[in-house]
Nanobody, 127 residues
Framework: QVQLVESGGGLVQAGGSLRLSCAAS????????MGWFRQAPGKERDVVAA????????YYADSVKGRFTISRDNAKNTLYLQMNSLKPEDTAVYYC????????????????????WGQGTQVTVSS
């Protein structure tokens, strides 16, 4: 059974940093796209950052470019999101996701491309 478990969320002041982790189990995702999405109250779930299995193929939402960094440790089957210079508008539940197919999709930043989801971790940024 595939599981994605996020950790690292919490409460932080504006300007601070957090590092989210997503540990995958049940199968390897080293050849699959993985991503981070977030959902604020009353809003849709949107992409934050996504990564294909190929080195250099990453996508960032405009709102987080230059502040967030997605990375992965395929040996540990773990995805990370380093979040720096956090803003109150970054407050949301953050979800890790993994694509089931290893087939490359140019739309890997879209949430409908993902088959597996974690339960989410809350990130709250105070002003």
């Amino acid at each position: 059974q595939v599981q994605l478990v996020e950790s690292g969320g919490g409460l932080v002041q504006a300007g601070g940093s957090l590092r989210l982790s997503c540990a995958a189990s049940g199968r390897s995702f080293s050849r699959n796209a993985m991503g981070w999405f977030r959902q604020a109250p009353g809003k849709e779930r949107d992409v934050v950052a996504a990564s294909t299995s190929s080195v250099g193929n990453t996508y960032y939402a405009d709102s987080v470019k230059g502040r967030f960094t997605i990375s992965r440790d395929n040996a540990k089957n773990t995805l990370y999101l380093q979040m720096n210079s956090l803003k109150p508008e970054d407050t949301a539940v953050y979800y890790c996701a993994a694509r089931g197919s290893t087939y490359y999709s140019g739309s890997y930043y879209l949430k409908d491309q993902y088959d597996y989801w974690g339960q989410g971790t809350q990130v709250t940024v105070s002003s």
